[in-house]
């Protein structure tokens, strides 16, 4: 994130100062929105994570890395909309339930997750394989003393 601030703040710099070696008024008052202009320019493509709240709806979950204490960050899918990497504060339920859904969705299993108007976020996966019961141990015909 620091390189990205050095790197915004240069560009700002030689801007201001194309700006004041050009004198003109114009170029001046117009400032403010490119240097707000070329911070989006500039964050967007990075690959970093949003740093704000998906909007309300039912995601597909591509990837999660939950870090303890620090943040969960997930790969969200909706619909035809392209991934997008979000960081989202790290709670120990929310942690634990994303947690969950992955266990239980398996290797190749999709864990969908569900973020609500107020921010609330619930994961799901589908429910656990159930094999067939347990077989209960044969005893033998005849036994040898």
Partial sequence: MTLLASVW????VVMCSFAWIAGKRLAALSLPLAVALAALAIYVPTGLPRFTQPPAGKYTVLGADI????AIFVLLKSGDMPPTYYKLPYTAGQANA???AKDSAGENGQVTATIGEDGGTSYD?????QGEPPKQAEQPAVQIP
């Fill in 125 to 129: 996966g589908p429910p656990p394989v």
């Fill in 9 to 12: 703040l240069l560009l700002s």
């Fill in 67 to 70: 870090q303890v204490d620090i």
């Fill in 98 to 100: 994303l947690q969950e």
